[in-house]
Protein backbone atom coordinates (compact mmCIF):
# COMPACT_ATOMS: atom_id res chain seq x y z
CA UNK A 1 0.00 0.00 0.00
CA UNK A 2 1.10 3.75 -0.55
CA UNK A 3 0.77 6.97 1.84
CA UNK A 4 0.73 10.39 0.42
CA UNK A 5 2.08 13.03 2.66
CA UNK A 6 1.84 16.50 1.89
CA UNK A 7 3.70 19.07 3.54
CA UNK A 8 4.46 22.93 3.19
CA UNK A 9 1.17 24.61 3.65
CA UNK A 10 0.96 27.09 6.13
CA UNK A 11 -0.07 31.00 6.96
CA UNK A 12 1.27 32.99 4.11
CA UNK A 13 0.16 37.02 3.65
CA UNK A 14 -2.55 38.00 -0.03
CA UNK A 15 0.42 38.12 -2.65
CA UNK A 16 2.78 35.64 -1.02
CA UNK A 17 3.74 32.22 -1.95
CA UNK A 18 4.11 28.48 -0.98
CA UNK A 19 5.46 25.68 -2.67
CA UNK A 20 3.30 22.47 -1.81
CA UNK A 21 5.26 18.98 -1.66
CA UNK A 22 3.48 15.23 -1.83
CA UNK A 23 5.23 12.59 -1.47
CA UNK A 24 4.69 8.82 -2.09
CA UNK A 25 6.02 6.24 0.42
CA UNK A 26 7.06 4.09 -2.27
CA UNK A 27 6.86 4.39 -6.40
CA UNK A 28 3.77 3.52 -8.21
CA UNK A 29 4.24 0.71 -11.09
CA UNK A 30 2.59 2.88 -13.71
CA UNK A 31 0.61 6.11 -12.82
CA UNK A 32 -2.02 7.89 -14.86
CA UNK A 33 -1.50 11.48 -12.94
CA UNK A 34 -0.56 12.95 -9.95
CA UNK A 35 -2.10 16.43 -8.65
CA UNK A 36 -3.67 18.11 -6.22
CA UNK A 37 -7.48 19.31 -5.22
CA UNK A 38 -8.73 21.76 -2.32
CA UNK A 39 -11.50 21.97 -0.12
CA UNK A 40 -12.82 25.03 1.87
CA UNK A 41 -14.93 25.22 4.51
CA UNK A 42 -18.44 24.37 3.36
CA UNK A 43 -17.63 23.43 -0.46
CA UNK A 44 -16.81 20.62 -2.16
CA UNK A 45 -13.64 19.37 -3.19
CA UNK A 46 -12.27 20.65 -6.56
CA UNK A 47 -9.57 20.06 -8.89
CA UNK A 48 -6.61 22.52 -8.76
CA UNK A 49 -3.78 21.29 -11.06
CA UNK A 50 -3.62 17.94 -12.60
CA UNK A 51 -0.10 16.31 -14.34
CA UNK A 52 -0.35 13.09 -16.49
CA UNK A 53 2.04 10.27 -17.11
CA UNK A 54 3.08 11.86 -20.17
CA UNK A 55 3.87 15.22 -18.70
CA UNK A 56 0.44 17.47 -19.25
CA UNK A 57 -0.69 19.63 -16.79
CA UNK A 58 -4.40 21.29 -15.96
CA UNK A 59 -5.30 23.77 -14.24
CA UNK A 60 -8.38 24.90 -12.88
CA UNK A 61 -9.76 28.48 -14.13
CA UNK A 62 -9.03 30.16 -11.02
CA UNK A 63 -5.25 29.51 -10.72
CA UNK A 64 -3.67 29.59 -14.66
CA UNK A 65 -1.23 31.63 -14.28
CA UNK A 66 -0.36 31.57 -10.64
CA UNK A 67 -0.10 27.83 -9.73
CA UNK A 68 2.57 25.35 -11.53
CA UNK A 69 2.16 21.68 -10.85
CA UNK A 70 5.21 19.89 -11.31
CA UNK A 71 7.01 15.93 -10.50
CA UNK A 72 9.68 14.54 -9.35
CA UNK A 73 9.54 10.95 -10.49
CA UNK A 74 13.02 9.64 -8.88
CA UNK A 75 11.61 11.17 -5.35
CA UNK A 76 7.96 9.45 -5.83
CA UNK A 77 7.34 13.53 -5.15
CA UNK A 78 4.51 15.77 -7.12
CA UNK A 79 4.78 19.97 -6.06
CA UNK A 80 2.16 22.57 -6.31
CA UNK A 81 4.23 26.32 -6.57
CA UNK A 82 1.77 28.88 -5.71
CA UNK A 83 2.56 32.21 -6.22
CA UNK A 84 0.24 35.58 -6.14
CA UNK A 85 -1.87 34.07 -3.75
CA UNK A 86 -5.25 35.54 -2.39
CA UNK A 87 -7.53 34.95 0.13
CA UNK A 88 -10.03 32.65 -2.13
CA UNK A 89 -7.07 30.38 -1.99
CA UNK A 90 -7.41 29.17 1.58
CA UNK A 91 -8.09 25.73 1.94
CA UNK A 92 -7.14 22.70 2.79
CA UNK A 93 -5.33 21.08 -0.12
CA UNK A 94 -4.97 17.40 -0.74
CA UNK A 95 -2.48 15.33 -3.45
CA UNK A 96 -3.95 12.63 -4.90
CA UNK A 97 -2.35 10.52 -7.22
CA UNK A 98 -3.71 7.59 -9.50
CA UNK A 99 -2.14 5.03 -10.80
CA UNK A 100 -1.38 1.52 -9.87
CA UNK A 101 1.44 0.78 -6.95
CA UNK A 102 2.62 -2.48 -8.12
CA UNK A 103 2.54 -4.83 -11.38
CA UNK A 104 -0.16 -7.29 -10.43
CA UNK A 105 -2.61 -5.46 -9.81
CA UNK A 106 -4.59 -5.31 -13.32
CA UNK A 107 -6.58 -1.69 -12.13
CA UNK A 108 -5.90 1.63 -11.40
CA UNK A 109 -6.64 3.37 -8.05
CA UNK A 110 -6.88 7.01 -6.41
CA UNK A 111 -5.09 7.40 -3.39
CA UNK A 112 -5.37 10.59 -1.17
CA UNK A 113 -3.15 12.11 0.96
CA UNK A 114 -3.94 13.68 4.77
CA UNK A 115 -4.50 17.14 3.55
CA UNK A 116 -2.10 20.21 4.03
CA UNK A 117 -4.01 23.38 5.31
CA UNK A 118 -3.39 26.97 3.48
CA UNK A 119 -4.67 30.33 5.16
CA UNK A 120 -4.30 33.66 3.16
CA UNK A 121 -4.48 36.16 5.06
CA UNK A 122 -3.69 39.65 5.93
Known amino acids: QVQLVESGGGLVQPGGSLRLSCAAS????????MGWHRQAPGKERELVARITSGGTANYADSVKGRFTISRDNAKNTVYLEMNSLKPEDTATYYC????????????????WGQGTQVTVSS
Open 26 to 33: RSFFSINY
Open 96 to 111: NVRGRVDFIVLYDSTY
